[in-house]
């Protein structure tokens, strides 16, 4: 789903509580954030390794 589409879907009130709810969040600890990125690095790397998994 893009941006765009959640907007859409989702409205202008949500979207808009979410932007304030992330704005008054502290920021993430280093650690958090490595963990963030650990989580999306993994699920690129699945998401490559299915298609060829599923021809097979």
């Not at 941006?3 to 704005?23: F, H, Q």
């Not at 963030?36 to 690095?41: E, G, I, S, W």
């Amino acid at each position: 789903m893009t941006r765009a589409e959640a907007a859409r879907i989702l409205g202008p009130a949500v979207i808009e509580a979410a932007r304030r709810e992330v704005d008054a969040a502290p920021p993430l600890r280093v650690e958090q954030r490595e963990q963030l990125r650990a989580t999306f690095a993994s699920a690129r790397a699945i998401r490559s390794v299915r298609p060829a998994a599923q021809a097979a």
